[in-house]
């Protein structure tokens, strides 16, 4: 009898919230738009989009009105994105809303957001690698409203231990190649006698396709074919063999482990880590580690640096009735103000180009070797309708390569993985 | 004749809650999930649904990753089941023995299967960790070198196997237990009479007389074995070299992260269809030896 009562409640409550979706954009008035956000208003980001809002809200009173509904995604990006597909079956999508970077084609595809390019009055100030993120059928869909990057941390102590002269360490403008990397590796894995770089090899997650798509692109190699058709003879061709070939040795070599102790850099375990603009805020716990961030080393072969990026993004809902507003709204979310609000309050990367004038001078070092290193290299990933796949199977291929007695054949293993994206692509 | 009418309708009336709530929460998704696996449906596209007929299906069968799942989960079941059930049918052999401290030692056994199986996950997680890990650190005291576990392609399903065995055993241990107890007690008392040692006892009175539980349970471990998920999602994200996926891992992963739901529910009819027909062998084959 319990049971059932628990029953019949939950039914009575799922036709209850059926019934509150039904009422998520209001048709009263042509000049209210709700906007999604992905994030809870308690997170320092959440803020600065309330903020954000308010600001909106008094520049055009009288004109539009915006108001915010916080969605928060659990860690691996389900809740959020359960609501949108949710309103998307019964066409309740607000006016403006957020999505990740890598879905922007397989949303502009499946027609869910609108272009809005011709709303936005300062385009060529944005990054290239966010105009890229956003861009899919030379339309630009979503706009990100921050970057992301990544760059190799190195614990300053230690080197000095190894004997490494810290003036001589590359930068942005002079980067490393592989080589110099792995004779850094070799110095430091001789003085420590254990691996000595954290590169996150046991976060099987989209982080395998985010931090190490650069060392392929480097290389001058592609996971898929500009036009996203090919992978077979692109991801396996002798480029991505070299790539791999790379990212292998580091692990066979010992430099790198497959099974990394947790906040090993943080601890002083490792020397290096390869770490997001993330760590830094991380770092800020553990002010006894010296640290600095140096850019990704670049392939031998062309000298070429390239980091990776991306990040979430605003967008318009193609059923929105409201485009006028709608589109007035994301100017104003990617206007300088707006974009160096969002860097500052949540540590993350600017993704324009007068954004970083502004705030150049207001945050750390390592931030600016991040940032810097973004304008210059940042590189998007595919945009590919079937992303998630294609993601997962190049997570597969990393993953299995730092197996190197199972996978001593890159080649093969390519030739094997390049077939998988080539079936999920067709 | 009008009594017997009033009757029927009684029950139907009785009945009903438990048959819409059923036919709400199961009858009706599995008929949609047989439909869809005749289509494209795409995730983001709900309004745009196309009949394929067998597409989704002959993809599945040229997919290495299901096949590999597949492969995966009939390791886990036949290593599994031995074990768990082995392990339940001891403690309930235990406890059934120990009078004092029983309770004790019920809720002890017990306790693993009330805990949320994300919560056992990531303990074993910090457990089993290479360098770190308390396992390892008993192992190098006695003298083993440290075992990769998890990150080892060819020792991650057995350790997956150990950790769910442990996990599950205590719930099969009271049904055993209920099993045991109402074995009645003449039935030793005449064996005792015939002289049986401790041996004969279990063999010829205990286990057949515990049949019917044992049958009870290798079924329903048998099909919780095959819905393996949690854990490896946690543990292992289906890794190394998919050497964890399972079958209903992929199916999630398909269905909303790829976002192709026609495809995933393709695969969950194909995969019911293999529990369909193992389950039924299984309860063949324990009626047969009824016989």
Known sequence: MKKLSVLVGVVCAVLFLAACGSGGSSEANHNEIVVWFHTSLETPEGEAMQNTIDRFNEEYEGEYTATAEFVPRSGSGGGYEDKINAALTTDTLPDVLTLDGPNTAAYAESGIIAPVDEYLTNKDDLLPSIIEQGTYDDQMYGVGFSESGVGIFYNKQMFEQAGIDLETLPTVDEPWDWDQFIELNETLHNEFDKPVIDMGFDDKSEWLMYAFTPFLWSQGGDVVSEDGTTAEGVLNDENGVKAFTFIQDMVKNGYSTITPVEKGFHTGEYAMKLGGSWTIAELEEYPDIEYGVMPYPTSPDTGELVSPSGSWQYAMSASSEKQEAAGALIDFMVSTESLSEMSLANSVLPASYSAIDEITDEVSDEMNVLIEQNAASAQARPLLPNYPQVSRIFQDTISDTTYYEENSDIQALLDDKAAQIQSALD | ?291
């Open chain 2, 1 to 291: 004749m009008n009594i017997k009418k009033k009757e029927n309708l009684a029950a139907y009336i009785f009945l009903a809650p438990a048959l819409i709530l059923l036919g709400l929460f199961l009858v009706y998704p599995s008929l949609l999930a047989i439909y869809y696996s005749f289509t494209d449906y795409y995730l983001l596209t709900p309004n745009d649904i196309n009949i394929v007929w067998l597409e989704n299906f002959i993809a599945i069968f040229k997919d290495p990753v299901f096949i590999q799942s597949l492969k995966n989960i009939a390791l886990f079941v036949v290593l599994v089941i031995p074990i768990q059930v082995g392990a339940a049918l001891g403690l309930a052999l235990l406890i059934n023995k120990q009078r004092k401290g029983n309770i004790f030692f019920k809720v002890a056994f017990f306790s693993p299967v009330v805990l949320s199986l994300v919560v056992i996950s990531v303990l074993w997680l910090y457990l089993l960790n290479p360098s770190e890990g308390l396992i390892n650190n008993i192992l190098l005291n006695v003298g083993i070198d440290p075992q990769p576990f998890l990150s080892s392609p060819t020792q991650a399903m057995v350790t997956i196997v150990f950790v769910s065995a442990w996990q599950g055993a205590g719930y099969q241990m009271l049904i055993f237990l209920a099993g045991l107890q109402n074995i009645p007690g003449e039935v030793y008392e005449a064996g005792k009479i015939d002289g049986v040692n401790k041996w004969q006892k279990f063999y010829y009175i205990t286990l057949p007389l515990l049949k019917p539980t044992s049958i009870l349970i290798m079924i329903t471990t048998l099909i919780s074995a095959f819905k393996l998920i949690i854990q490896p999602m946690v543990m292992t994200q289906g890794g190394p070299m998919n050497a964890t996926m399972t079958p209903v891992y992929y199916i999630y992963q398909s269905g909303f992260s790829d976002r192709m739901i026609g495809y995933a529910s393709a695969m969950t009819v194909i995969f019911g269809i293999v529990i369909g027909i193992v389950t039924l062998i299984q309860s063949r084959v324990s009626r047969e030896d009824d016989n």
